[in-house]
């Protein structure tokens, strides 16, 4: 059956089993949006081209399937480039879709035209120009496929306004040519053998748990393994909910913002079990005094990543979850008593240095007991989307994440203004479920517009500001690092209930602590989208903190409660 | 503990052959791959195969054991990249090819003729005040070639960059698989060529 190259991409699309799609429409991709009319798959028209790209990653990461997003050529593709950063950076299966110039036009700087697979080449798994209509079929395949095998990531097809137009006979291809491209699933037995031997060896072992955990499917494995080897398993943000927090073997993150005894147990291991983590600069602090006693097992589906920045003793390129099926059969069980009585002396004092216990909450509202309060008020029960900063950090550690996958983040880029339109993506790829968006007010005020999107597709999203009137984590910085001299930090905002009330969406204020626990109760109940504003004490940090350059058990500690007193004067 | 020790991260002279799909954004790509790691690459070759949908890379960087095998690495990630091998320390046949333009003189063309003679270069251009000499060789024949020429007054030359092919009538050697912390997985298996 002939085709032309916009109905193509729908065809595919719907073969793909797209069923939702972010875009914003543009000059060179009028025939996509053209031919879009007579297909049944939901476009959400986003106010802004990064947002596009960032709901079409969190739809990714609730839901495991390829997120789609669209946009048109020049600017419409530049605005997508962060939220395609932010998807190679956390592994995120996301298709983008661009409309470009015609073909004769390409390299002649025509109107709104970019060179957009040049700027987003490494920004992507991998990206192609379409310039020929008969290409559309087989790089849409692969693009498919490309972006959901092996390590996922984001791949950008951008098609020429003339392959857009052309039609010829259309023929979806069933089989992939890639000669270049064969992901290892299966770990060597030989390495697979020794990794065993290793961990029945182990005294003080700990499984350091990532995001491939979670993007492998392979909680039940790392609970088995974690369970039946005894084994102590602390995770990395995004690998959070690969094991649920309240299981007595978690102990919980890791790294510069991570649980005091996680990163002591780390330290001091002699068998470090990485499983789809890559050892990223915010885990391990400085490199020279990283658990200077482990042998390291590094299991990675991405071969690049074994050996980059921690030595492997034992390197296995594999799929988290094929790899843990393999080694489960030889784990012995041991008791490691000494080990675990060790990590609860350092657990110690972790409860009496938490800023909840330190009888605060009765004069000012502190962010952790805001979130403490919506972890506590929903049961826990739904699926958070936290921006970046303070906010982010105080999320991690004041909700307790139990249910698979529960916490969508952006953790590699760090991409501010990422939690509203993530939320939106989720929203849709979970739609029974109850989505929060946790953000600062900084962030919030890079995604304004997208409440609109909101308003528009009738979504019941729960957003929960946490307005400090500040950029939280660059003051922490400042404060911490740069002698208190405060540059840029203070940040104003409009009237954010009156704000809610201009796009139609129910608004609330809360400043005092008893007023929380209403006000999230208050959010649940209401049918629609809610806007809450908590207003926070400014000048609170995130503790522990590793400070750049130190090494992981180097932290700096909140004092404990009698020294506290007089700095709590001071806030 | 960081990667590395010593021997690890003294520098030396890597070669890699790359087979890559001759496809229009393939050299960027790997170049940018360079650019994108700090790798300095000291030479890169490129250049068709037997088979038309397939360009091989020679690419010659100065870089510590561990680097080099990070390097590999990355180009196997590559989606157009379809085989890279660390020839280094495979048995190889390892070549480069330079045009060198020399003053020659009428009294002195004698003396530039005995030296191609010696290097089994070849003038492959005459005119009334120079020649072009065309040599080939391992670089550092071409290195003394260049040497000796010098005093005559070189007025330009162009190198071509190394070429290497592994000898033997395999296309691989096969213990050339680096232990790049992968334990000898490799990506992608040898294709069937």
Same mark, same amino acid.
């Given at each position: 059956?002939?085709?032309t190259?916009?109905?193509?991409?729908w065809?595919?699309l719907r073969r793909?089993?797209v069923?939702?799609?972010?875009?914003?429409?543009?000059?060179?991709?009028?025939?996509?949006?053209?031919?879009l009319?007579?297909y049944?798959?939901?476009?959400?028209?986003?106010?802004?081209?990064?947002?596009?790209?960032?709901?079409?990653?969190?739809?990714?990461r609730?839901t495991?399937?390829?997120?789609v997003c669209?946009?048109?050529?020049?600017?419409g593709?530049?605005n997508?480039?962060?939220?395609l950063?932010?998807?190679m950076?956390?592994?995120?299966?996301?298709?983008a879709i661009?409309g470009?110039v015609?073909?004769?036009l390409?390299?002649s700087?025509?109107?709104?035209?970019?060179?957009?697979t040049?700027v987003?080449?490494?920004?992507?798994?991998h990206n192609?120009?379409?310039?020929?209509?008969?290409?559309?079929?087989?790089?849409?395949k692969e693009?498919?496929y490309?972006?959901?095998?092996?390590?996922?990531g984001p791949?950008l097809?951008d098609?020429?306004?003339?392959?857009?137009?052309?039609s010829?006979?259309?023929?979806y291809p069933?089989?992939?040519?890639?000669?270049?491209?064969?992901?290892?699933?299966?770990?060597?037995?030989?390495?697979?053998r020794?990794?065993?031997a290793?961990i029945? $060896?182990?005294e003080r072992p700990?499984?350091?748990?990532?995001?491939?955990?979670?993007?492998?499917?392979?909680n039940?494995?790392?609970?088995?393994?974690?369970?039946r080897?005894?084994?102590p398993?602390?995770?990395?943000?995004?690998?959070i909910?690969?094991?649920?927090e309240?299981h007595?073997?978690n102990l919980?993150?890791?790294?510069?913002?991570?649980q005091?005894y996680a990163n002591?147990a780390?330290?001091?291991?002699?068998?470090l079990?990485?499983?789809?983590?890559r050892f990223d600069d915010?885990?391990?602090?400085?490199?020279?005094?990283?658990?200077?006693r482990?042998?390291?097992?590094?299991?990675?589906?991405?071969?690049?990543?074994i050996?980059?920045?921690v030595r492997?003793?034992?390197?296995?390129?594999?799929?988290?979850?094929?790899v843990?099926?393999?080694?489960l059969?030889?784990?012995?069980?041991?008791?490691?008593?000494?080990?675990?009585?060790?990590?609860?002396?350092?657990r110690?004092?972790?409860?009496?240095?938490?800023?909840?216990?330190q009888?605060?909450?009765k004069?000012?509202?502190? $962010?952790?007991y805001?979130v403490?309060?919506?972890?506590?008020?929903?049961?826990g029960d739904?699926?958070v989307?936290?921006?970046?900063g303070q906010?982010q950090m105080?999320?991690?550690?004041?909700?307790q994440?139990d249910?698979?996958?529960?916490?969508?983040?952006?953790?590699?880029?760090?991409?501010?203004?990422?939690?509203?339109? $993530?939320?939106?993506?989720t929203?849709?790829?979970?739609?029974?479920?109850?989505?929060?968006?946790?953000?600062?007010?900084?962030g919030?005020?890079?995604s304004?517009?997208?409440?609109a999107?909101v308003?528009?597709?009738?979504?019941?999203?729960?957003i929960?500001?946490?307005?400090?009137?500040c950029?939280g984590m660059?003051?922490?910085w400042q404060?911490l690092?740069?002698?208190r001299?405060?540059?840029?930090?203070?940040?104003?905002?409009?009237?954010?209930?009156k704000?809610?009330d201009?796009?139609?969406?129910?608004?609330q204020?809360?400043?005092?602590?008893?007023?929380v626990?209403?006000?999230i109760?208050?959010?649940?109940?209401?049918?629609?989208p809610?806007?809450?504003?908590f207003?926070?004490?400014?000048?609170?940090?995130?503790?522990?903190?590793?400070q750049?350059g130190k090494g992981?058990?180097?932290?700096?500690r909140?004092?404990?409660?009698?020294?506290?007193?007089?700095?709590?004067?001071?806030? | 503990?960081?990667p590395?020790?010593d021997s690890?991260?003294?520098?030396?002279?890597h070669?890699?052959?790359?087979?890559? =799909?001759?496809?229009?954004?393939?050299?960027?790509?790997v170049a940018?791959?360079f650019?994108?790691r700090?790798?300095n690459?000291?030479?890169?070759?490129?250049?068709?195969t037997?088979?038309?949908?397939?360009?091989?890379?020679?690419?010659?960087v100065?870089?510590?054991?561990?680097?080099?095998a990070?390097?590999?690495k990355n180009?196997?990630?590559?989606?157009?990249?379809?085989?890279v091998?660390?020839?280094?320390?495979?048995?190889?046949?390892?070549?480069?090819?330079a045009?060198?333009?020399?003053?020659?003189?009428? =009294?002195?063309?004698?003396?530039i003729?005995?030296?191609?003679?010696?290097?089994?270069a070849?003038?492959?251009?005459?005119?009334?005040?120079?020649?072009?000499v065309e040599?080939?060789?391992? =670089?550092?024949?071409?290195?003394?070639?260049v =040497?000796?020429?010098?005093?005559?007054g070189?007025i330009?030359?162009v190198r071509?960059?190394?070429v290497?092919?592994?000898?033997?009538?395999?296309?691989r050697?096969?213990y050339?698989?680096?232990?790049?912390?992968t334990?000898?997985?490799?990506?992608?298996?040898t294709?069937?060529l």
């Amino acid at each position: 059956m002939r085709r032309t190259g916009a109905q193509m991409v729908w065809e595919i699309l719907r073969r793909e089993g797209v069923q939702i799609i972010f875009g914003y429409p543009g000059g060179a991709i009028l025939p996509i949006y053209d031919a879009l009319v007579d297909y049944p798959i939901h476009h959400v028209l986003v106010r802004h081209e990064e947002n596009a790209a960032l709901a079409a990653d969190g739809y990714a990461r609730a839901t495991g399937k390829v997120g789609v997003c669209m946009a048109t050529s020049g600017p419409g593709a530049m605005n997508l480039v962060t939220g395609l950063a932010c998807a190679m950076l956390d592994s995120s299966p996301v298709v983008a879709i661009t409309g470009q110039v015609t073909s004769h036009l390409v390299g002649s700087d025509a109107f709104q035209e970019i060179d957009v697979t040049g700027v987003t080449l490494p920004i992507t798994k991998h990206n192609y120009l379409v310039n020929r209509v008969e290409e559309l079929p087989r790089v849409m395949k692969e693009a498919f496929y490309i972006a959901r095998s092996g390590r996922p990531g984001p791949v950008l097809i951008d098609i020429c306004k003339d392959a857009q137009m052309a039609s010829t006979g259309f023929e979806y291809p069933e089989t992939i040519e890639l000669p270049g491209y064969r992901p290892v699933l299966r770990g060597p037995e030989e390495q697979i053998r020794q990794a065993a031997a290793y961990i029945n $060896a182990a005294e003080r072992p700990v499984i350091l748990a990532g995001h491939g955990i979670i993007l492998s499917g392979a909680n039940d494995e790392l609970r088995e393994l974690a369970e039946r080897g005894n084994i102590p398993v602390s995770t990395t943000l995004l690998g959070i909910g690969g094991l649920p927090e309240s299981h007595p073997l978690n102990l919980r993150m890791m790294g510069m913002h991570g649980q005091a005894y996680a990163n002591m147990a780390i330290q001091e291991a002699d068998l470090l079990i990485a499983l789809g983590m890559r050892f990223d600069d915010r885990v391990t602090g400085n490199l020279k005094s990283y658990a200077p006693r482990a042998e390291v097992i590094h299991v990675d589906i991405d071969p690049v990543e074994i050996g980059k920045n921690v030595r492997a003793d034992v390197g296995i390129v594999g799929d988290a979850k094929q790899v843990l099926r393999q080694i489960l059969p030889f784990i012995e069980h041991r008791y490691r008593s000494a080990w675990f009585a060790q990590i609860e002396r350092w657990r110690g004092d972790a409860g009496a240095r938490d800023i909840l216990n330190q009888g605060l909450l009765k004069d000012m509202l502190l $962010a952790p007991y805001v979130v403490h309060e919506i972890w506590r008020g929903t049961g826990g029960d739904i699926t958070v989307v936290s921006d970046v900063g303070q906010n982010q950090m105080w999320e991690a550690q004041y909700f307790q994440h139990d249910r698979q996958n529960q916490l969508i983040t952006s953790g590699g880029l760090g991409t501010m203004g990422f939690a509203v339109p $993530a939320a939106i993506g989720t929203k849709f790829g979970r739609p029974d479920d109850e989505v929060w968006a946790v953000v600062g007010d900084g962030g919030f005020q890079m995604s304004i517009p997208e409440l609109a999107t909101v308003v528009q597709e009738k979504l019941p999203l729960k957003i929960a500001v946490i307005n400090n009137g500040c950029l939280g984590m660059v003051r922490q910085w400042q404060e911490l690092l740069h002698d208190r001299r405060y540059s840029e930090i203070r940040i104003a905002g409009p009237d954010l209930v009156k704000l809610a009330d201009a796009y139609g969406i129910k608004g609330q204020r809360v400043w005092r602590p008893d007023d929380v626990a209403e006000a999230i109760r208050a959010a649940r109940q209401c049918p629609g989208p809610v806007l809450t504003e908590f207003v926070v004490e400014p000048e609170i940090n995130v503790f522990p903190m590793v400070q750049p350059g130190k090494g992981l058990h180097e932290m700096l500690r909140r004092p404990m409660p009698s020294r506290n007193m007089a700095m709590a004067e001071k806030v | 503990m960081p990667p590395g020790d010593d021997s690890s991260t003294r520098k030396s002279t890597h070669i890699l052959v790359a087979l890559v =799909e001759n496809k229009p954004g393939v050299l960027n790509r790997v170049a940018s791959l360079f650019r994108r790691r700090s790798f300095n690459i000291e030479s890169l070759t490129v250049g068709h195969t037997e088979s038309p949908d397939i360009s091989r890379m020679t690419i010659v960087v100065d870089t510590s054991k561990t680097s080099a095998a990070l390097v590999e690495k990355n180009l196997n990630k590559l989606i157009n990249v379809i085989d890279v091998q660390d020839v280094t320390h495979a048995p190889i046949v390892v070549r480069d090819l330079a045009l060198i333009k020399v003053t020659a003189p009428a =009294e002195r063309r004698a003396e530039i003729m005995q030296l191609v003679d010696i290097f089994r270069a070849k003038i492959v251009d005459v005119y009334a005040e120079s020649v072009i000499v065309e040599v080939t060789g391992p =670089e550092a024949k071409i290195d003394s070639m260049v =040497e000796l020429l010098h005093p005559f007054g070189i007025i330009e030359m162009v190198r071509t960059g190394r070429v290497a092919m592994v000898r033997g009538s395999g296309y691989r050697a096969p213990y050339v698989l680096s232990d790049n912390g992968t334990n000898g997985v490799r990506v992608n298996p040898t294709p069937n060529l």
